[in-house]
């Protein structure tokens, strides 16, 4: 479980420090020609591609003895992702319950009887690199269902909110502040057990609620954008942001854009 957790931590940090780095790099997609609505579509789509990964993972819940398994921790880290540098401490806590098929709470995880596991995970810290500073704060409670058995699917249902702070200087030397706080929705999240290739879920729908605020030396602006995301089976899930279609890339690697125009959009 703690390696588990420790894993949702990572991909919860990298998510928001790799859609931040897409910002300052960000050049419009042709249908998009906002900087912070293309900013708003980039936190989104690396949070989605790492919680599709995620949900591919296996859970690793053995060593979990209590109906209720929880904890917290403070750790320093340090990565590199390609070519960029990130530092960083991390605060999280973390609660699990399992469920067997008639609802009823169970001393452990069983990989035959248990069908339900409610999982809610809080994670705030600093990151740090070359230029920007980043204040990250997430909240994610999710249930996961179907497991009871031999299951060949899992479906995940749940919620996030997240805030992310950050400042610093541009290449050119011009000062800049960015928040963005969010909000998600995850509905009928239908995806392959663990082993299964491609793996990508089959099913279900992602909204995401987005506000950034940016201020630099012309000024404060605020947008709110909506990002739908919807899985089909594929390594191209579909999204709408604001309305406007697009693709987001699941096996797109970090530092890559992870979204297209949609074909024939």
């Known amino acids: 479980m703690t390696k ?3 894993w949702l931590s990572r991909t919860a940090l990298v998510a928001a420090l790799v859609g931040g780095a ?34 591919r993972e296996p859970f690793l819940f053995g060593s979990v003895p ?30 699990v319950v399992f469920y067997d098929e008639a609802g009823v709470e169970q001393d452990a995880y069983d990989a035959l009887t248990t069908d339900q596991i409610h999982i809610d995970h809080v994670m705030s810290g600093l990151v740090e690199r070359e230029r920007f500073t980043a204040q990250i704060e997430r909240e994610r409670s999710m249930v996961v269902s179907g497991l009871v058995g031999d ?14 702070a950050r400042s610093g200087v541009l290449e050119d030397g011009t000062e800049r502040s960015h ?4 909000a998600a929705s995850y509905m009928n999240i239908v995806v392959p057990t663990p082993g299964t290739e491609p793996g990508y879920p089959l099913s279900g729908t992602i909204e995401r609620s987005m506000v950034g605020t940016r201020t630099n030396a012309e ?5 709110e954008v909506t990002v739908v995301i919807t899985f089909n089976g594929t390594q191209f899930a579909d999204a709408t942001v604001n309305g406007e279609a697009i693709e987001i890339d699941l096996a797109a690697q970090d530092g890559r854009r992870p979204f297209r125009r949609k074909r024939g959009g």
Do not use: K, P, Y
């Not at 000024?219 to 947008?223: M, S």
């Open 4 to 6: 588990t957790m420790r």
């Open 22 to 55: 897409a910002c300052d790099d960000a050049t419009s997609l042709e249908s998009l020609d906002d900087t912070m609505t293309i900013d708003a579509a980039m936190v989104a789509a690396d949070a989605t591609i790492q919680e599709a990964r995620m949900w």
């Open 66 to 95: 209590a109906v209720s398994a929880s904890d917290s921790e403070t750790q320093s880290t340090a990565h590199s992702g390609g070519r960029r540098m990130w530092s960083g401490s991390l605060e999280r806590s973390r609660s």
């Open 151 to 164: 299951e060949s699917t899992r479906t995940w249902n749940g919620s996030a909110d997240s805030f992310t």
């Open 179 to 182: 928040s963005m706080t969010g």
């Open 219 to 223: 000024g404060t602006r605020t947008r």
